[in-house]
């Protein structure tokens, strides 16, 4: 045969044919499909590729900051690492924060700490939960998510599995036990979940089934409920100003066991009462309302203490209170002004409370007093205390707080008013350490509604904070955009708000870095993933 040296092209018009347009067609759909696939493989290979970028990074940092330490004597910033030539330039991955007690060692006892700088993002949106949820808690060992619901003679609790992010089975009926619901709070050890509300307290056992059982020996509505991180012992409060009930309730046991208290007045549970633990010192912390005003014990504001191997209970301290502060209203704080949200800081041995306070007005100093929101740092072991005011003509209102042991410090939130980016419902994340401020972000404020000791959350391995935030119409053109907002607790550099709903709690598994947000007017649970977890 001889060959045809003629150009492909001249052979074509020479008669023979070229591409059909079905062939043309064929080709094309094989190329789209084939760049689909490289794009998703591309995408998960990016996912992978950061996660092994922020942890490989983190092993350079680490060791790096060691060898600081063993030329210096203590952790140094990104800046005195690389005056020391450790490393080249700033981190992408990682931030590093070092502690105010610089020292060096490893693990728990080292004063510096990396965060994984990359941003929370969304994931899976409008889990359907039981209508009217209230509360919600994570078992980070089980990765489950339990959400209470109810109103009237309902009481269900839904369990969301985090692995998944879908429900687990129906709603668990706890009417039987308990209704209209307004805490939850889950057993590390045991997977146990407890729920309060009208009636008293529920059991949940999920290795016998999810088999419901009622507390004995405490029948009155709840207001705090939470478990003890040292021995598993669930604390519980409600009932009356006038006659509230505080008890314990073994880890083993189904029987709440009463405390006596030495004077009335619990924080109500949409001012969002809580318990705070410090297990160093087997210490039980929760803060006092007060029962009218004045001087007098039941009248006064204050911090409760329960010895947990003795379960006995003391005052450490309380404040007088005024329904105002008018002229020569006194050094005293404003009755009914103090949140449930007590936050204990071990390593400085000191408990805070949120309340308001009256202060005289610097610029007009023998007019009206005025009242401004304060954290007010507590030594539980004298009482001795120091409030942390804010200026004075500033309208804010403390909401709840938490406590970041790797960060040194306590974040609260606070409603401020008027904001460029939230119209008349403005919000601050205020950073305190010891009895100092030592940064604020810009955030929305408080959503309304639900247990109030859920407002704010941090992702403690990242120190990131959410809070959620109402969604309103606005005034003047400016709404506030609800969703959740989002602050780097080292920074305070602010991420732009998660979503748009309103979310009415937020709640982070610390071992998934997954945070989880309710909207109640859906009846539903939304997910972010946080970090390269």
């Known amino acids: 045969m001889t060959p045809d040296h003629r ?63 063993a030329r210096h004597g203590q952790y140094g910033t990104a800046d005195d690492l ?27 006892n080292s004063s510096f700490t990396l965060y994984d700088t990359t941003p929370t993002r969304s994931g899976k949106d409008a889990i359907p939960v039981a209508p009217n949820p209230t509360d919600l808690a ?28 879908e429900p687990v089975g129906s709603p668990i009926d706890v009417s039987g036990a308990v209704t209209s619901p307004t805490r939850i709070a889950v057993a590390p050890a045991t997977g146990k979940v407890y729920v309060g509300g009208t009636g008293g307290v529920a059991v949940i056992d999920p290795a016998k089934g999810n088999l419901v059982t009622p507390v004995g020996g405490f029948d009155t509505t709840v207001n705090g409920l939470a478990v003890s991180p040292e021995n598993g012992d669930v604390y519980v409060g409600g009932g009356p100003l006038s006659s509230p009930t505080v008890a314990y309730i073994a880890a083993a046991s189904t029987t709440a066991t009463a405390i006596s208290l030495p004077a009335v007045a619990l924080v109500s549970a949409g001012n969002g009462m809580d318990f705070s633990f410090d297990p160093a010192r087997h ?40 329904a105002g502060c008018s002229t ?29 306070r009256c202060v005289r007005n610097p610029q007009d100093p023998a007019g009206p007093w005025k009242s401004v929101a304060t954290t007010i740092a507590v030594d539980p072991g004298d009482g001795g205390s120091t409030p942390i005011d804010d200026p004075v003509g500033t309208s804010s209102t403390h909401v709840s707080a ?47 509604g639900g247990n109030g000791a859920r407002k704010m959350a941090i992702a403690r391995k990242l120190n990131r904070i959410f809070v959620a935030q109402l969604k309103t119409g606005g005034s003047g053109g400016v709404s506030s955009p609800g969703g959740l907002g989002v602050t780097d607790g080292t920074t305070f550099l602010a991420q732009a708000p998660l979503g748009t709903r309103h979310f009415g709690m937020v709640a982070v598994n610390n071992a998934t870095a997954k945070v989880y947000a309710v909207d109640q007017a859906s009846g539903s649970v939304s997910v972010f993933r946080s970090g390269s977890a």
């Open 402 to 448: 938490v406590h970041n042991a790797a960060a040194g410090g306590v974040y609260v939130f606070s409603n401020t008013g008027s904001g460029a980016q939230c119209g008349s419902s403005a919000g601050r994340v205020s950073r305190v350490a010891g009895t100092q401020v030592t940064g604020q972000s810009s955030v929305c404020a408080a959503s309304n």
């Open 82 to 108: 690389k005056e020391d030539g450790l490393i080249s330039d700033d981190s992408v991955y990682n931030a590093i924060a070092v502690g105010e007690e610089n020292k060096c060692g490893r693990g728990a």
């Open 7 to 69: 150009p492909l092209s001249s052979r074509v018009r020479g008669g023979e044919d070229g591409f059909t347009l079905v062939e043309l067609l064929v080709v094309i759909v094989i190329l789209g499909i084939l760049a689909a696939i490289v794009v998703f493989s591309v995408r998960g290979i990016g996912d992978k590729g950061r996660g092994s970028a922020v942890a490989a990074d983190a092993a350079t940092l680490r060791t790096a900051q060691e060898a600081y330490c």
């Open 283 to 322: 210490a039980v912390y929760f803060a006092k309302s007060n029962l009218g005003t004045g001087e007098g014990l039941d009248a006064s504001i204050g911090l409760f203490a329960i010895s947990s191997q003795t379960h006995q209970a003391r005052l450490v301290t309380r404040f007088p209170t005024k």
């Open 138 to 165: 994570v078992d980070e060992k089980a990765d489950r998510v339990y959400v209470a619901s109810g109103a009237g003679t309902t009481g269900t609790v839904t369990v969301i599995d985090g692995r998944t992010d």
């Open 328 to 356: 020569n209203a006194g050094n005293v704080l404003v009755s009914g002004s103090v949140r449930g949200s007590t936050v204990v800081d071990p390593s400085r041995n000191l408990v805070y409370l949120l309340a308001k």
